[in-house]
């Protein structure tokens, strides 16, 4: 069904992908979900779609596994949305503290009162595809610029030195599944 192995590749000590995730199978359903023109709704600068209960299943196993490798330990616990986001091919915003177009304005996961907690550890980005021009994501105090590979999970400490935005997207659509790694205790 999934990669069994999970080898960590590193960009940094606290920030980690992890290659085909999904059988070709699953994600082909998955993008053939997001490719359909019904159901995403906007919200603030992006849009998203709700997985049906028979996808958020799936999905959820394979991000239970991967918890496992991110936190062998079992101190936390994941906390997956049931929705896709959309980011759509040339809808952007200028952020001028950081002189570049941004389709994710830079944000540390564990303080941005937007997702209204602070006791966040990590977050993780699924890639459903990447047959889109820009759409990288930055890590601004890090100098680390990583571009998305399809069927891969990156995951990276939620703390403010790992502050990320996502640059501006064109060409077509990006699609992914966004996830935070939460305190137990």
């Not at 992890?18 to 994600?27: C, F, G, N, V």
């Not at 779609?49 to 101190?75: C, G, H, V, W």
């Amino acid at each position: 069904m999934y990669n069994e192995h999970m080898d960590k590749i590193y960009l940094d000590p606290e920030i980690f992908y992890i290659k085909d995730i999904l059988s070709s199978e699953d994600l082909n359903s998955l993008l053939l979900f997001c490719e359909e023109e019904s159901g995403w709704e906007p919200i603030h600068h992006r849009y998203i779609k709700t997985m049906d209960t028979e996808r958020q299943n799936i999905y959820s196993n394979i991000f239970n596994k991967i918890l496992s490798i991110a936190d062998p330990e079992n101190k936390f616990t994941a906390i997956m949305g049931d929705v896709v986001t959309m980011f759509k091919a040339g809808e952007s915003m200028k952020i001028e503290d950081f002189g570049e177009e941004w389709s994710m304005t830079p944000h540390s996961d564990r303080s941005n009162a937007y997702f209204g907690q602070s006791n966040i550890e990590k977050g993780f980005i699924f890639y459903i595809n990447d047959d889109y021009d820009g759409g990288e994501i930055s890590y601004i105090k890090k100098g680390i610029e990583f571009k998305p590979i399809a069927n891969s999970c990156l995951i990276h400490s939620a703390y403010p030195e790992f502050m990320h935005g996502v640059k501006r997207v064109d060409g077509k659509n990006r699609y992914v599944i966004t996830g935070f790694i939460d305190n137990k205790l």
